[in-house]
């Protein structure tokens, strides 16, 4: 795939980048106040319904900001970002199952517990999304354009399909989390992981800290490489670098954030099935990184906003609301290639 | 392990193959001359049975049905064509995906609010409906080699279709310069609209065929395009030979597997966990036969294009 844009597209004029901050950083303020806001004065007046919606918000739009990472940054058009987000829900289930039921998840060649502490779940997570996302990108990253397209997702079909048939964990009935894995007890009881407005502070920090990394990575000489990737992989390799290892890393990079995303979800809810796991929860992905701007730091967040309302507000008043998603997401995809936050923010320095 | 059992089951993945054939090769020749990935593809499928389905219960004739199933699937295709898809073929394959999928959120919806949520029920002509004996003392229900044999004719009349009519001059030279049949005075877009349709009236023939073995609900597209996406994937995209030779590949290595597996671990293990451990790796085995596949030769088996 030989893209011909060139590099002198990047270097707009100060000027026009300088007009564009102000309202960009005011938009991107008032969508993280108004998402830290109104949780909690959703908590003190006692709705915890909406404060677990805001978790919602909040975790689909970490997931975003992992497929963010390689389908706007990278270029890499991933349909089966499902799989790492549901091989994370899974994670938690499992753990949680095995120190609910005090059986070892393996025994041989070495004895493994189960475990209901969230930070060994997170860690297990992302690094068991990493290793599959390893292996998955390895392969599918040796093709490119529609190939990558239908082997990512067929790779997530494969996954999906052998959460569905083995039995042990629930088969398509899914696993239950009976007791929200915890945090370790730090002197009093502030981190109480089964206290709402903690469950979301957690999330949010959480996606912070995903959209931190995003940001520190593309600014580093990493991200510079996997621009030039995108962009225009004969030059990047003619600089002397070589393009296929950068993808793979930020392929895995991607899916470890979206698998973090994943474990969290599944706490959140307390259950974990295959739907996590299914192809329309990819498609779903990808639309809200469209809907709220591809390759913007903030896009994931906006287009889960705006993605979540949709479902709550329209679903509770038809249930044919994917109708009404499927019409929205048409004329973004067809008129409005920026999406909102391209609409809201203005354009970035180098669209 | 009888012969009985592996003729019936070799027939069964070549009639899955042949059905996934009428997926792909619309897929592939859209992709080959348009350059474009359709996942509505499915909605066709989808369409053409609920129209079999209703047609067939208002005028009792299944043939009329069948014919009414396909007008309808390339009819919605040349709309959605002229409407939507138009708009795509010169933008980046992620719009394509994002457009298609929203497409099919309009369809399934669509027709959820139309038809309802439970499924439509179609069964094969009363005709169809008997039992042939086969050598080896298997019986095979006529309706299927029906279904294998439709499949057969398509693939022949394709064949025949590209390589001996102008028509098929017409799509081959799309495949290899769009620029060049266009400025030798060939009408592209309308070129466009009848392959689309084309594609849209395979999908849709395979829709009501199938719909009669198992049942017409909403959604019922999505499994089969995946599978079709893995068939042309591994067939190389573009390439009717290759969506031909991966269908059945893919038809047969499926329904074997679901039928061997647990009973390869039977032979080893007690046969509650061996049923778990085999199907599951079925259901695996043709995502795994393509990684192994693309392993080898990244663009397919018959890349059309390079």
Redesign the interface.
């Known amino acids: 795939m030989i893209n011909t844009t060139p590099l002198s597209k990047n270097a707009a004029p100060a000027t026009h980048a300088e007009s564009h901050f102000d309202r960009k950083g005011l938009v991107q303020m008032i969508l993280l106040g108004l998402l830290l806001l109104l949780p909690v004065a959703a908590y003190f007046l006692g709705h915890t319904y909406y404060v677990n919606l805001a978790s919602r918000v909040t975790i689909i739009a970490m997931a975003a900001v992992g497929l963010n990472l390689a389908?706007g940054y990278g270029g890499m058009?991933s349909?089966g970002h499902a799989a790492y987000f549901g091989l994370g829900g899974y994670v938690a289930g499992i753990s949680a199952y095995h120190a609910f039921d005090m059986t070892p998840f393996m025994s041989w060649p070495f004895s493994v517990p189960g475990s209901d502490s969230l930070l060994v779940v997170w860690l297990a997570a992302v690094v068991l999304c990493a290793l599959l996302a390893l292996a998955i990108g390895a392969?599918s990253l040796?093709?490119t354009?529609?190939?990558f397209?239908?082997?990512t997702?067929?790779?997530a079909?494969?996954i999906y399909?052998?959460a569905?048939?083995?039995?042990?964990y629930g088969g398509q009935d899914g696993l239950p989390i009976y007791i929200r894995n915890t945090l370790p007890q730090v002197g009093n009881n502030l981190l109480d992981s089964s206290d709402a407005l903690t469950y979301f502070l957690i999330c949010f920090t959480g996606l912070m800290l995903a959209m931190a990394l995003t940001s520190r990575l593309m600014k580093s000489r990493f991200g510079a490489a996997l621009t030039m990737a995108r962009l225009n992989d004969v030059r990047l390799a003619t600089a002397g670098v070589s393009p296929y290892p950068i993808r793979l890393v930020a392929f895995v990079i991607s899916a470890a954030i979206t698998g973090l995303a994943g474990a969290l979800y599944a706490d959140l809810n307390g259950f974990v099935s295959p739907s996590m796991l299914s192809?329309h929860f990819s498609?779903e992905l990808?639309?809200i990184v469209?809907l709220g701007g591809?390759g913007r730091l903030y896009g994931p967040l906006a287009g889960a906003v705006l993605f979540v309302m949709m479902e709550t507000f329209l679903g509770g008043i038809t249930e044919?609301?994917?109708?009404f998603?499927?019409?929205v997401?048409?004329g973004v995809?067809?008129f409005a290639k920026h999406g909102v936050m391209g609409w809201l923010a203005g354009s970035e320095r180098n669209e | 392990m009888s012969v009985t059992l592996l003729i019936e089951q070799l027939l069964n993945g070549v009639q899955l193959g042949t059905m996934l054939f009428l997926m792909a090769s619309g897929l592939t020749l859209v992709?080959g001359v348009m350059g474009l990935?359709n996942l509505a593809h499915g909605s066709f499928y989808m369409v053409g049975a609920y129209a079999t389905a209703a047609v067939t219960a208002s005028t009792g004739s299944f043939l009329i049905g069948l014919a009414a199933g396909m007008t309808a699937a390339a009819l919605v295709g040349a709309l959605v064509e002229l409407i939507?898809i138009r708009?795509l073929y010169h933008r980046p394959?992620?719009?394509q995906?994002?457009?298609t999928?929203?497409?099919?959120?309009?369809f399934?919806?669509?027709t959820?609010?139309i038809f309802g949520s439970s499924p439509l029920w179609l069964s094969p002509p009363s005709w169809l409906t008997g039992f042939v004996t086969l050598p080896g003392d298997t019986r095979y229900p006529v309706y299927r080699l029906v279904l294998i044999g439709v499949g057969v004719a398509i693939a022949i009349a394709l064949y025949l279709l590209i390589s001996r009519t102008r028509l098929g001059m017409r799509i081959r030279a799309g495949e290899s310069d769009r620029e060049m049949i266009g400025a030798l005075g060939v009408n592209i877009a309308k070129l466009y609209t009848v392959v689309f349709a084309l594609g849209a009236a395979l999908a849709g023939l395979a829709g009501a065929l199938v719909g009669a073995l198992q049942s017409v609900q909403v959604g019922m597209g999505?499994p089969v395009l995946?599978l079709a996406?893995?068939v042309?994937?591994i067939g190389g995209?573009g390439s009717i030979k290759g969506a031909l030779l991966g269908a059945l590949l893919v038809g047969v290595v499926d329904t074997l597997g679901r039928v061997y597996l647990p009973l390869f671990f039977q032979t080893f293990m007690p046969p509650s966990e061996a049923t778990?451990v085999g199907?599951?790796l079925?259901?695996?085995l043709i995502?795994?036969l393509?990684?192994v596949i693309?392993?080898f030769k990244?663009?397919?088996l018959f890349a059309a294009n390079d």
Do not use: C
Request: glycine fraction near 8%; proline fraction near 2%.
């Open positions: 389908i058009v349909f392969i040796r093709t354009g529609v190939y397209i239908m082997i997702l067929a790779f079909q494969m399909y052998f569905n048939s083995w039995p042990t192809w498609g990808m639309v469209i591809v044919y609301w994917q109708l998603l499927g019409l997401l048409l995809v067809l | 992709f990935i939507v708009r394959h992620l719009d995906v994002l457009a999928f929203a497409l099919i959120l309009i399934s919806e669509g959820r609010w999505e995946i996406f893995v042309i994937v995209i778990g199907s599951s079925a259901a695996m995502y795994i393509m990684a693309l392993a990244p663009k397919g």
